[in-house]
Each structure stands twice: as structure tokens, then as C-alpha cells.
């Protein structure tokens, strides 16, 4: 097996939790107001300041460099969706939660560690690029949202064909020179990068039910 394959099934269980998130399950079955989803895209605000940061201060790194995409960054659009929900006061109305701070947290502190970059950069970026595409579709059937605000943290226009992109990005991961147990530390990493999420999500879910 390549290591994108072997992490791809080390981590698929990981993957189907934070897929069965509850919050997950509420939005797509269209039982959360716009405000309610919005509470997910500020997360992602900050989640992806921390994220595009670290991808920022790696571009001249010989190995993490290779999975920087200035083409993925996502703040504009997360920026473009917070003002088409919120408002031009977004700014005033979002915050970090406790779970969003401690991904942060964790990505700040792995950022030196190209494994550690990777780990989180693969977690979000190839849920966005895959699972992500479905998200939105659903999304624009709920919401109404059009390419312009609302749900442009999922369209990567600069990225060309997605599936073309995720094959190139697997054919970095295997490129890269890990032996056994350096695999397995990534594969460890991207374990409680899903953890992580999930938790963001599951604390989304108690805030919506809490504020209902
Ligand atoms: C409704 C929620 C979700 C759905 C329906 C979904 C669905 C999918 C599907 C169908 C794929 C495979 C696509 C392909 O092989 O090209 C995929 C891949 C992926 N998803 Fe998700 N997903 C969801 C949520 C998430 C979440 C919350 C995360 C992480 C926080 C995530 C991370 C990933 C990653 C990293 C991959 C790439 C796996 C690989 O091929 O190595 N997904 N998702």
C-alpha cells in the first residue's frame, strides 16, 4: 500500500465519526437556521487563520513547503460567507470556542513538525475538497447561497479539476520520506486532528441547542 492509501484506512473510522457528528446531521437535514450554520463558519474563520498562517511562515520549508497551495487559502471566502450571513458586523458577533482554541493550539504547537503541518493540512483540506463539494451542494439547497457569499469556503475556483488536485496531493504524500514509525506519528497526528474537529462540531451542537 502507498501512505496515502495506508492513511487513508488508518484513519477512515476517524473520519466516519466526524462525518456522524450530530451537528453535521442537523445541518444537512436543513433543521438549522442560517444564523445556526453560521456558527460553523466562524469556526472555520479561525480554524483556518491558524492553518493558512502556519502554510504562510512554511512556504520555504523543503518539505512542509510541498503542501503549501496559496491557491487553497480560505480566509477571503470565509470573510465573503461571514458577511453575506452576519452581516458587515460580523466581526463583532464571532468568536473562538473552546474546542476552535484548542485546535488552534495544537496546530501552532505541530507547525514545525512537517508531519504535524501535514497531518492537519491533509484533515481539512481533503474533507474540504471531497465530503466538502457534497456539503456544499446541500447547503445551496437549503440556504440558497450562490457563488459570491454564503458558501464560498467550498469553492476552490484556483484549484482547476479537484480530483486532478487530490491525486497530486496523495502523489506528495507518498513522495514523502517517512519510514514505519514516522508514518505511524502522522497517521497519530491525523487521528486527533478528526478528534479535534469533531470536537469543534459537537461543541457547535450543544451552543445551537443552548441559545434554542
Ligand atoms: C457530511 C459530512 C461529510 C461527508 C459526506 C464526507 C464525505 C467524504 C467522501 C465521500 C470522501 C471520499 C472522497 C474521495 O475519495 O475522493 C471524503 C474524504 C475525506 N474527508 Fe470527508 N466527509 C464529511 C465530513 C468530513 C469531515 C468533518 C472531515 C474532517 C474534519 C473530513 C475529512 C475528509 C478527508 C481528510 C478525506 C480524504 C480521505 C483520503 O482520501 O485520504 N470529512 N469525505
Known amino acids: ?5 495506508t492513511l487513508r484506512a488508518a484513519t477512515w473510522s476517524d473520519h466516519e ?3 456522524g457528528e450530530s451537528y453535521l446531521k442537523e445541518l444537512m437535514s436543513g433543521r438549522l437556521s442560517a444564523e445556526e450554520y453560521g456558527e460553523m463558519v466562524a469556526q472555520h474563520y479561525f480554524c483556518y487563520l491558524a492553518l493558512d498562517g502556519a502554510a504562510k511562515r512554511l512556504a520555504g520549508d523543503p518539505v512542509s513547503g510541498g503542501f503549501v497551495f496559496p491557491e487553497l487559502y480560505r480566509e477571503e471566502a470565509l470573510v465573503r460567507d461571514l458577511e453575506t450571513i452576519y452581516g458587515s458586523g460580523w466581526r463583532e458577533r464571532v468568536s473562538p470556542s473552546k474546542s476552535t482554541r484548542t485546535l488552534m493550539a495544537r496546530i501552532e504547537q505541530v507547525a514545525d513538525w512537517p508531519g504535524g503541518y501535514i497531518a492537519h493540512h491533509y ?3 481533503m474533507g ?3 465530503g466538502g463539494q457534497f456539503i456544499r451542494m446541500e447547503l445551496q439547497k437549503i440556504y440558497g447561497y450562490q457563488k459570491g457569499g454564503g458558501v464560498d469556503f467550498y469553492f476552490f475556483d484556483e484549484v482547476g479539476s479537484l480530483p486532478r488536485f487530490k491525486n497530486e ?6 513522495a514523502l520520506d517517512l519510514d514505519e514509525a514516522a508514518q505511524q506519528r502522522v497517521i497519530r497526528e491525523v487521528k486527533l486532528a478528526y ?3 469533531t470536537e469543534v462540531l459537537t461543541e457547535l451542537l450543544h451552543t445551537v441547542r443552548a441559545a434554542a
Do not use: G, I
Not at 169 to 174: G, M, N, S, W
Open 123 to 125: 484533515t481539512r483540506y
Open 128 to 130: 474540504d475538497l471531497s
Open 17 to 19: 465519526s466526524a462525518e
Open 1 to 5: 500500500m502507498t501512505f496515502s492509501e
Open 195 to 197: 478528534q479535534l474537529n
Open 169 to 174: 496531493y496523495r502523489a506528495r504524500l507518498d
